[in-house]
């Protein structure tokens, strides 16, 4: 291409990043959120106890055994995930068996310590869905789902590697920001985010592919293994656990405690992040424990005993070589192993990648505007398009969001198909805020919807107060973080919202009045600066 | 340089550099000595490092023929290693 | 600990900002270039205790992780206040090397 590397490589940023931006800020914005996704799950399921109670994970194992053989006696598999850290405040069990024509379903409940009763929540898809929302876009089938996200997110990578490449003065303007110059700071505030977090963008753009490389690189596994061999290969590399048929003699599962003690021993306090029963019940019954999360390379350790006899019959933790790379990768990109302070890095760096897709999208409008402007042409179709979409999806996805979360509060509680018409809302929301700069200019349309997500946020807290019993009165003094965060969290994005209304209002207004000024000074366009006085 | 230049070097990124990056993985499968699955696993992981590199490598080309040409050098390279590493383990 | 590594993540980016020529210039007026050396080996020093303090907080693979989210956060406060109260740039640094040795004895007792 013309005009060496650095010109080719500005032309591949662009053009790599564009066309998938939208996406990409809907996978990092609602990828971000699964960082709380436990929190916002509580949140959402308000009918749940408060505080959680304080139980420990033996007995929550305990407890879910309990109702496990009260209600899936014959299943032929249990799984329990029981209480650990802030992560996971109350026991779930979930169990296979068969609707009623016979199909295969999953079936899970959430325990009350102190019933042992499963809570009778709202239905909602809660943190969960919305986190997951991020690979499944939703209405898509898994497999396009899968394979748009991986392109999606190839391009993000190329776009990563591209845009640190024309990146002249990365280290001089590493801590470059010029505010109230229009495309400049926005350009100014892209870099910032982008560099000053480029290893979370690029560790978390790379173990995101790492997901579904056996997908988009299936030809490399079927070329050692053949072409069904795929099953072969999970099996050696992973190590699954050889589950035996149940032998139909029955026998009682072995106490627990020791099972647990011996995890304990090994893999020190709350070791469990899933325990798994097969054949429970059977004189052939396995329990497989899985490993807690506590740094980001000791995640898929796994323990499995012979749940008759309690023996121990194969641990292992530490893998080697490529493996390690792979549970680091995928370990990085959950981030499961974070306590509370990396929790929120976690939240506030994927806030930061959110900012750089954005402000990437932005600039792109906002440097083609400021080359028209000077000849006072008005921008062509595509250029249009894409500004309405940036507004429709910048600022207009966070009020999807918002709606989602208003759509718990609000939908009836007995209502069929809630928890679907909580997703609905979310896209109904987006699908509305798309619609709305067609309707108004654009100028207009940024306003409107930065001071719709700002009430739509700003009011969350007290849309709580009003249909539940566990607002920011009650939360605070009973110290349930979980809850209480997620209302004053909506209070800063609302307040966040609200001060980028008011910037941007201050800003048009300077430029307005730098375009009355006489004759001879040149209008302001994006690209030049603001006269002080005038932008203050 | 004309669009079917582009054109010719969004192909050679998109297309070569999933038929490259393929290749690399196979060759490193069976070049490195490591057990299989171990095998497997490092090659998959790396492809995403040949790929992106190939991408950019397409568009930073001083020419769209210069590009296709280093994705040929770069997939008969690992195709190489590949058949060499397959033959010292055979 | 969070505190004394932020700290050290904090002034050590304040120095190293300080020593790159244009933001000295803008704090500074002239362009003393053994300051700017000296700022510059004392900015790397303090954002490696940074990356030494989060890897004895978290060890070291979770400590790794921690120091690069605290690091990206402290240059993007740094950056800010260059921005937008520049004297305040190494007054700040200052502070946050005392709090940092501070909370660290605090801990250590």
Redesign the interface.
Known sequence: ??GG?RQ??A??HTW?GLPVGWVLYFVFLTGTLGYFDSEIDQWMRPEASLPPPALSQVEGLALALARLEQVAARAPRWTVFPPSGHDVPHVTISWSTVDASGRPLRRSETLDATTGAPFRTRATGGGQTLYQLHYTLHYLPSATARWLVGICS?LM??AL??GV?THKKIL?D??????RQGQRSWLDIHN??GV??L??HLVIT?SG??FF??TY?A???D???GRDGRDR?FD??FRNPDIPPPVGAPAPLAPLVSLYDEAVRHWGEEPVRVASFYNPGDRNARVVFTRTHV???SNGGRMVFDGATGELLDRFDRR????V??H??LG?HEGL??GP??RW??F??GL?GTAMIGTGLVLWTAKRKAKLAPAGGTPPAAVRVIEHLNVGTVVGLPIGIAAYFWANRLLPVGMADRAAWEVHALFLAWLAMLALPWLRPPDRAWHDSLRLAACAYAALPVLNALTTDQHLGVTIPAGAWALAGFDLVSLATGLGFGVAAVVLRRQEVAVAAAERLPDGMPAVSGATPLPEDAAG | ?TRWHVASRVLAAVAGGYAV??VA??GL?QALP????????????S??LV??AA??WC??ARTARHAWLGLLITGAFFAALGVLGGSVRS | M?VVAFALCYAG?ALL?LS?A??HRRVYGGDRHGRRRWGRWAGWTLLGSGALASAAA??P??GA??F??????A??A???L??YAPRLVMRTAAAAVSVAVAAAFALAM
């Not at chain 1, 590493?174 to 505010?179: D, G, M, V, Y």
């Open positions: 291409m013309k590397l080719s490589m032309w591949l790599a190839m990578l190329v590697v591209s490449i001089a590493f801590f470059t920001f010029r505010p910032l985010v000053t977090a290893p979370f790379y592919l790492v490389v056996f690189m030809p490399v596994v070329a050692t293994y290969f050696e590399a740094d980001p390379v080697t070589g490529p493996m790379v792979n680091a990768l990085l192993f974070a302070v990396l890095l976690y506030l760096t930061l | 340089m990056s393929t993985g196979v499968v490591l057990p299989r699955a171990d095998a497997v696993m490092a090659g998959v992981l492809t995403y790929y992106g991408v950019v568009f930073g | 969070t980016f900002s790159q244009r933001n978290w060890g693979g979770t992780v921690a690069l989210g605290l690091a990206t956060f240059a993007v740094v950056a800010l260059l921005t």
